[in-house]
């Protein structure tokens, strides 16, 4: 005789106990999507519309930005919220188009130091920025720098 199973019994196992791991990577993916949808918008905003356009932008111009601590850090925000929010969409694409095993550890594991070794590289970049560097020619100098 054959048994029929309960209509509401479990078809999978039950899931792992600890720490989901792909589900706080969806969380972030759309927590991290809205911020920088409102970081890249006012960037865009401050830089294109308050201020003389595009043509106005130049090494002064970001040299006297990066001058001021918000605007460091809110750059910074950006850089590691795009870099994160970019690697874990690759590695979903990853996960999604190869097959468990070690080709899809090595791309999983380039990804991950690619955005890792570009995130350090630009908060670097964005932290020790001088725009007025010692013994520069005064004509290269932006106008707020000590001549």
């Keep these: 005789m054959t048994t029929i199973e309960a209509p509401r019994t479990p078809v999978r196992p039950a899931p792992k106990r600890g720490v989901n791991l792909e589900k706080w990577g969806w969380i972030y993916m759309r927590v991290s ?29 970001v040299g006297g930005k990066w001058a001021d601590p918000f605007w460091q850090w ?32 090595l791309m999983k594991l380039a990804l991950f130091l690619a955005a890792a070794v570009l995130i350090v590289l630009g908060t670097l970049v964005v932290f020790t920025f001088d725009p007025c560097p010692a013994g520069a020619p005064a004509d290269l100098l932006p106008s707020f720098c000590a001549a």
């Design 33 to 61: 999507g809205v911020v920088l949808i409102v970081l890249i918008f006012t960037h865009l905003f401050v830089n294109l519309m308050l201020g003389d356009g595009v043509k106005a932008i130049d090494f002064g111009f």
């Design 74 to 105: 809110w750059d910074v925000a950006m850089l590691w919220l795009a870099l994160i929010h970019g690697a874990n969409g690759m590695r979903t694409i990853v996960n999604d188009y190869t097959k468990p095993g070690t080709a899809q550890k």
